[in-house]
């Protein structure tokens, strides 16, 4: 079945990078996109950005423009996510999710979300 | 961008009890395009609807969605033990970002 697999929780300190990673599983990884979302723990959902995992077109919010960037593997099946200049605000769980197709580049809902990794800054 | 507006933030009902709860955008939503997720603590979100009323694969048919333009809604027309959650709804149009509704708690009253 069709699954995507987070890389584990991290801790880092405010200025720090993270990078997040995504291994895709049971779908051809090259014809759909991934999204990145955010839950911060106050439970709000946010999103940050997306990835057409075919040809690497991004597109990001514009809240994260400059801080953020998305990139892929095919080889791998997998998408990686880094923010940078961490800040305490940044605490979150970070989740990838597969859109429904890149016909329609990002604007695609979400039909299968990853684990999840919980980051926190501090 | 899109903004969601959830009603109410907690929904207190019984199993059995029908649920509605609403989403109201900021202006008008694009070829309806919404969606509803449902999340239970420590899991992530699921897909339950897209395109406002389509339920999505496996999503048993007491889910279901309704609205156009600016109000939207999800029904669960029995609930079961398992639909006592957090809902969330979201905008994924032709807006510059991706937006979600600030969620909806169904808890057992």
């Known amino acids: 079945q069709v699954q995507l697999v987070q890389s584990g929780a991290e801790v880092k300190k405010p200025g720090a990078s993270m990078r997040v990673s995504c291994e895709a599983s049971g779908y051809t990884f090259t014809n759909y996109g991934i999204h990145w979302v955010r839950q911060d723990p106050g439970q709000r959902l946010e999103w940050m950005g997306w990835?057409?995992?075919?040809?690497?077109?991004?597109e990001y919010s514009q809240k994260f423009q400059g801080r953020v960037t998305i990139t892929r593997d095919p080889s791998a099946s997998t998408a990686y996510m880094e923010l940078r200049s961490l800040r305490s605000e940044d605490t979150a769980v970070y989740y990838c999710?597969?859109?429904?197709?890149?016909?329609?580049?990002?604007?695609?809902?979400?039909?299968?979300w990853g684990t999840g990794t919980r980051v926190t800054v501090s | 961008e899109i903004v969601l507006t959830q009603s109410p933030g907690t929904l207190s009902l019984s199993p059995g009890e029908r649920a509605t709860l609403s989403c109201r955008a900021s202006?008008?939503?694009?070829?309806?395009?919404l969606a509803w997720y449902q999340q239970q603590p420590g899991q992530a979100p699921r897909l339950l609807i897209y395109?406002?009323?389509s339920r999505a694969t496996g999503i048993p048919d007491r889910f279901s969605g309704s609205g156009s333009g600016t109000d939207f809604a999800l029904t669960i027309s029995r609930l079961e033990p398992e639909d006592f959650a957090m809902y969330y709804c979201?905008?994924?149009?032709?807006?510059?970002?991706?937006?979600f509704g600030g969620g909806t708690k169904v808890e057992i009253k």
């Open positions: 999710a597969k859109t429904i197709s890149v016909v329609t580049g990002h604007y695609s809902y979400m039909d299968v």
């Open positions: 202006q008008s939503v694009d070829n309806s395009y």
């Open positions: 990835i057409n995992a075919g040809n690497g077109d991004t």
């Open positions: 979201h905008h994924y149009g032709t807006s510059p970002a991706l937006t």
């Open positions: 395109g406002a009323s």
